[in-house]
């Protein structure tokens, strides 16, 4: 576990993230030179991954062309579908989703695209 502690006027404000969580907000601060952004898009891609595990979730992220798309997608049946070269997308700093309004079909997104988390 990480923990960043940032003080301001009001007090003392802590924050415990795991590892994974630290790694991506590294990845996330190199590509965007933004450290207050790689911190909330990290924490952001843990609420997603919390989501997309349970169930479905609701998100929009930046595409390749600059576009926004708005998806709706889930990673819980990920187990049972997973027939790849055994290398996670975490190793490509990016998320693998089933988009639920195209077929169940696998896609991904790069984690300092992501924009929101319904």
Known sequence: MTTIAT??????????????AA???KVIAHRTGDAV????KAMMIELWKEKAKNGEVLFAFTKRDGSTRIARGTI????????????SRE??????WMD???GMKWKSFRWNDLLWVA
């Open 7 to 20: 003080i301001n006027n009001i007090g003392i404000n802590t924050m415990v993230i795991n590892n994974a």
């Open 23 to 25: 790694a991506r907000m």
């Open 37 to 40: 952004m790689a911190v909330a």
């Open 76 to 87: 819980k049946f990920a187990g049972s579908m997973v027939n790849g070269r055994g290398v």
């Open 91 to 96: 190793c490509y700093a990016t998320c693998a």
């Open 100 to 102: 639920l309004e195209d």
